[in-house]
Each structure stands twice: as C-alpha cells, then as structure tokens.
C-alpha cells in the first residue's frame, strides 16, 4: 500500500499525468459524478494523453519496471499545465487525485502526507518543508511543500519545486498536487490561484 501511494504521489507531482476536462475548449472543468468544479487560468491547458507519454519517456525512475507502477497506478480526475504539447523543462502543473483512505496506516491527512514525504526514496536529495493546516474548498487540510532534482533520460537533471494539499472528506481525500521549475514564482501564484477557484460539493459515500 505504502509503495503505491508513492508512485501515486510521484504522479501526482512530476508534470507527468493527463486528465479529461469536460469543456477542453474553455477555462472551467466540471466533473458532476464527483462534484469538482475549477477554472483555468486564460494561458493554461487541460493535458492530453500524448502529452502524459511524452513527459513519462523523458524521466528516469531508476528502473522501467517502476516507471510502469507509476505509469498504471491511477489517473487524476484532471490535470492542467502551462504549455501545451512538448515542453523542455518542468511544465508547471496542477493535478488532482479522488483517492479512499481505506488502507492506510493512518487514515487521515497528516497520515497521507507522512506517506508522502517517502518520495525521498525515489529522490534521496528531496527537502520537505513542515506541514501546515489550510483550507481548501471550504475543507480543513494538510499542505506539504518540497524540492527535488528528478533525472532524465538524457543524463540532465531537472530542479523540481512541488506542493501537495490533503483534502479530506469522510473516507474519501482529494490529493492536489502542484509542481514547477524552482524559483518559478509565478507559476506557484497561479497554481494557487487556480486551487481557490476549486469546489466539491459531493464526496463519494462508502461502500459497507
């Protein structure tokens, strides 16, 4: 369990998914089956599934075989980035995650993020800043921030900064994560601001 949420949460973090928006054409994404609703910056765009194919070939995650554990663990409910198509670097991105807390250790968000900060046996070289509380769609929940320097195949290395919030709901979280080139200011301002616009209105109920 602990070694599929950090594959989830590699994911999550590395600008690496691909999402369906339901009006890829315009700013808003809406899935009414789980209740989430944001909008887009004007400049930013939903990902695409070549753009998810491009970004994994690119990373190196020590071994293929883990590469594909990333690869199949799950799909974000959405992803938007800042380039669209193939982008040198580190696309700055925001992704979301519906996942249960239904087996693990510790079934709250401070137990997600603990879970979390085991990206650093994928990037022994990972800071991690401490956790705070914030709210997010109306939610209390757990913010961790870090950096980290993510090798590609092309023998470069790439200067990752990332944040991950843990929203949680009953049996049910939403894992939200941002990332982009370290010192990227901007890009951190609209991730956040587009997190703001973020609403969820329907958590899922738990099977018994």
Known sequence: MVRKFI???????????????????????????????LTKPDSWHFATAEQKAERLERLDFGSEAYKQQVIAHTEPAVV?????????GINPSLNIMLNSFAGMPEPTAEGVIKLASGIKQAYPDAQLSPATDVVVAG???????????????SGDALAVSAVMWVVPDGDF????????????RAALEQIEKTLKTLEWTTAPVAQK
């Open 139 to 153: 939610r209390r929940s757990r913010r961790i921030a870090m950096d980290y320097t993510v090798p590609t195949t």
């Open 173 to 184: 979280f939403l894992a939200v994560g941002g990332s982009y080139p370290q010192g990227d």
């Open 7 to 37: 594959a989830a949460t590699l994911l999550l973090l590395c600008s690496i998914s691909t999402g369906i928006a339901a009006d890829p054409s315009g700013n808003l994404y809406e899935n009414v089956e789980l209740g989430l609703r």
């Open 80 to 88: 938007i980035a800042q380039y669209a198509g193939q982008h040198e």
